[in-house]
């Protein structure tokens, strides 16, 4: 089946330590996103994709790092800098940056 | 300008109402109006989405009613179904450095009674 998978669904993190979140999708889609979640908030954007070895900021990527080595995937790094990382975390993807964005399951982080 | 305000917050319908969903925004270079449903612990699907030269789009049992002068518009359910609580989010596409960029609103958690 095509689609997002998001790895994994919960997560936890000891203070001072990075964690990696995995999305890969078989969509064929160029474009991928990171979102991250709060409660009682909209989604916001962490960072995006367009193409394979290019990514660019979004509203609130400090504290966090990407890289997109390849078009399915485009994992995303929680450093210990993210002061407060507790969230619920979105991946997503579109053919074209233009087009309409498809979302996995997500990701929930939470701090031990 | 950038913001989308959405409301209510939370909304309460019996079986068979009309859920009816609220967003303004203030940018008018928004080209793009799409919602989205999300279910508890899964990502957000495309439920209908609109452009700002048509007035009205209808899927089913789901119309979006759009004001372009007055720059709201709004997510109809009609016939609610318990099937349709969930938290519906609208947001609002702009170009931004080639990219097109969607904002969000902060999202409406919608319980259908039966």
């Known amino acids: 089946d095509g689609g997002i998978t998001q790895s994994p669904k919960y997560l936890f993190r000891k203070e001072g330590q990075n964690v990696t979140l995995s999305c890969e999708q078989n969509?064929?889609?160029?474009?991928m996103y990171w979102y991250r979640q709060d409660p009682g908030q909209g989604l916001r954007l962490i960072y995006y994709?367009?193409?394979?070895?290019?990514?660019q900021k979004g509203d609130i990527a400090e504290g966090y790092s990407v890289s997109r080595e390849k078009k399915e995937s485009f994992p995303l790094t929680v450093t210990s800098a993210q002061k407060n990382p507790t969230a619920f975390y979105l991946c997503?993807?579109?053919?074209?940056?233009?087009?309409?964005?498809?979302f996995g399951d997500g990701t929930r982080l939470s701090i031990l | 300008q950038q913001q989308v305000k959405q409301s209510p917050q939370s909304l309460i319908v019996q079986k068979g109402g009309i859920s009816i969903i609220n967003c303004a925004y203030e940018n008018t270079a928004f080209d793009y109006f799409p919602w989205y449903q999300q279910f508890p612990g899964k990502g957000p699907a495309l439920l209908i989405a609109i452009r700002p030269d048509v007035s009205e789009k209808k899927e089913g049992r789901f119309t979006i009613s759009f004001n372009k002068s007055a720059k709201q518009f709004s997510l109809h359910i009609m016939d609610s179904q318990p099937g349709d609580s969930a938290t519906y989010f609208c947001a609002a596409r702009r170009i931004s450095g080639g990219y097109n960029k969607l904002i969000f609103g902060a999202g409406t958690r919608l319980a259908v009674h039966p």
């Open positions: 997503a993807s579109s053919v074209k940056s233009n087009q309409p964005q498809h």
């Open positions: 969509l064929n889609h160029d474009a």
């Open positions: 994709s367009q193409i394979v070895n290019d990514f």
